[in-house]
């Protein structure tokens, strides 16, 4: 049974990345129309829900088509019986197409969950940011996640942040 299971966690870690190596081919064959104005600015904000932790993320764009992002999120409780819950993490993305008020991009995610358990993720998957105002952003993400010692088991999902909570970011 288990041979299965890492067969098929093999499986669908190798879609995830000619997945995401499929978006690199096409974004590169595909002409990017619009400038984008936020290449070397800075977007902070809030994500509603990264397993189920609200968290404060910045957001960099290094070029038109690739940015990075940091996320931190903490739940400090009194009560004893609730541990208290850490995430922190990074995330690679790559704009697919861009319009004038919005981008299509793949990301790649790691994090460090540490609550109850302790357990390392990893998220792949694809999301829209629209621009509702010059400086103002909103974003939701959808894709498949990889849990790394989670209850001392691997497992895989889906894995869909901020729907139907949006991303928000302010761009400096």
Not at 50 to 61: E, I, K, Q
Not at 92 to 113: M, P, T
Request: hydrophobic fraction near 45%.
């Amino acid at each position: 049974m288990w041979e299965k299971v890492n067969q098929m966690k093999k499986i669908i870690l190798s879609l995830l990345c000619v997945g995401v190596l499929c978006s690199f081919a096409i974004a590169a064959q595909k002409n990017v129309t619009s400038e984008s104005q936020f290449v070397e600015k800075i977007g902070v904000g809030f994500n509603p829900s990264v397993l189920h932790l609200p968290v404060l993320s910045a957001r960099y764009w290094l070029t038109e088509l690739v940015g990075i992002e940091g996320f931190l999120g903490f739940r400090i409780d009194d009560n004893h019986t609730n541990k208290n819950r850490y995430i922190v993490g990074g995330k690679f993305l790559y704009i697919i197409k861009s319009y004038e008020k919005l981008n299509v991009f793949s990301s790649a995610s790691l994090a460090l969950y540490r609550g109850k358990e302790t357990f390392g993720i990893i998220i792949g998957g694809f999301g829209v940011e629209w621009f509702a105002l010059d400086v103002l952003s909103l974003s939701i993400e959808a894709g498949l996640s990889f849990s790394i010692g989670r209850r001392g088991v691997n497992s895989i999902g889906t894995n869909v942040e901020n729907i139907p909570k949006i991303s928000i970011k302010y761009y400096l």
